[in-house]
Structures are given as C-alpha cells and as structure tokens.
C-alpha cells in the first residue's frame, strides 16, 4: 500500500516551453501533496504544500507563477514549471500524505528535469 | 525552528558489521521523527519513524533506531549491514507549523563495502 508514482520519470525540453509533472497517489486518498527539487548531492528542498482543492503554499523564494501546482483531486496534483530555463534542471519529487493525523509522507520516484 | 542535522556526509561499513547513521534534532515541543532511504535517480523510501512510544523503534529491512531525549538523538542502526543497504540516508523531523511539512537533514551516504 501507499504507492505513489509521477510521470513523467524523466522530460527533456527546450528553454522557454513549459512542462507538466504528475503526482498521483495510486492506492489511497492524499488530502496532501508536497512537492520537492532535489539539486545533486544535497537534499530536499520544500517548494510547495498542496491541499485538494484549495490553493497551494509556496515555501519562502518559489515562484509561485513559474511554479504552478493543482490539486485537483484526491488521488493527483501536478506541477508545471513555466518558461522553463536551463536553471529549472532539477530532480522534481512529490510526496503525499492520508491526512494531518497520519504523519507519514509517502514519496513517488522522481521527474528528472532538463531544460536545454 | 525545528532544525536536524546529520553530522557524517558518509559512512563506510564493512558487509556484516554493525552500522549507524547518526541524526540530531532540535524542536520545540514532543519531536516527530523519520528516517528515510533514497535509492539512486529514485524516490525516497519511508523506512521508520518515532512519533510516541518505545524509545526503539522497528522499521523496514531490518532497520531500527533509537530515540534518545536527553542526548535530542535519533540514530540509524541495522546489526549487520549488506551491501545493498548502500543508499543516501535522511532523517526528518515533522514541522510544528501548518500543514505538518517535514525538515529534512542534508543526508548521509552510506556505503557498505563486501
């Protein structure tokens, strides 16, 4: 149980264009969705926390607009990064959460990033 | 602010002998406590956590580790390592302020060798 996947797991994409990523919980209901960049060799930074159906809150330094995130349902949230420049090249990974009550966050594998 | 910190940017262990990583933390208030697993280009794994209860607590693949108040401790342990428990290894601490988001410590690497 607790299963989370993303897709894509990896996206190549020209400067300028914008990319969706797909956070879905396959096996139970998230009322929380997190999402994270990874930069290589250091840990997880928090971009954002999303709840259904209510806006996103962004961490201190995200870019709300360059970063859109929907939750749209229960079982899925997505990430889009805007224009994306080759300094958006990261490891974008999403977590997901049953409810406030249950403290664990249950990860999906990752999107790898690269913007050219 | 909740804060953790993991003090060895690696580890080495030789296969079968015993491991630690090590994990620190500062909170105000009751800590929540996680240890989880990273595997090369993937996810993190949930491997145990500590939120009340046993001060030693049971995870996965044979994992445990021990909460220790006075020392604002919570090490990684595993009596005999193999070397597929090679990974990056971070311990988190639930953050007391809305929606619960998790502070993550910048990571150990774990190497285990044959």
């Known amino acids: 149980g607790a299963v989370v996947s993303q897709h894509p797991s990896w996206v190549i994409c020209k400067s300028g264009t914008s990319v969706k990523i797909e956070c879905r919980s396959l096996d139970f209901q998230a009322t929380t969705m997190f999402w994270y960049r990874q930069f290589p060799k250091q840990s997880l930074m928090l971009m954002a926390t999303?709840?259904?159906?209510?806006?996103?809150?962004?961490e201190q330094g995200v870019e709300k607009d360059k970063f859109l995130i929907n939750h749209a349902s229960l079982t899925l949230s997505t990430l889009t990064v805007t224009s994306a420049h080759p300094e958006d090249s990261s490891f974008y990974i999403c977590?997901?959460?049953?409810?406030?009550?249950?403290?664990?966050?249950?990860f999906g594998p990752g999107t790898r990033l690269l913007v050219l | 602010a909740q804060s953790v910190a993991q003090p060895e940017d690696q580890v080495n262990v030789a296969e079968g002998n015993p491991l630690t990583v090590k994990c620190t933390y500062s909170v105000s208030g009751n800590p929540y406590l996680f240890w989880y697993v990273q595997y090369p280009n993937r996810g993190l794994q949930f491997l145990l956590k500590y939120i009340t209860g046993d001060n030693l607590v049971k995870g996965s693949y044979g994992f445990e580790a021990e909460f220790n108040k006075s020392q604002t401790s919570f090490h990684l342990k595993k009596p005999s390592a193999l070397v597929s428990d090679s990974a990056l290894y971070f311990c988190a601490v639930r953050d007391s302020g809305g929606y619960n988001k998790l502070i993550f410590g910048a990571g150990t690497r774990l190497a285990v060798h044959p």
């Open positions: 999303s709840n259904e159906g209510s806006k996103a809150t962004y």
């Open positions: 977590s997901a959460r049953y409810s406030l009550a249950l403290e664990t966050q249950y």
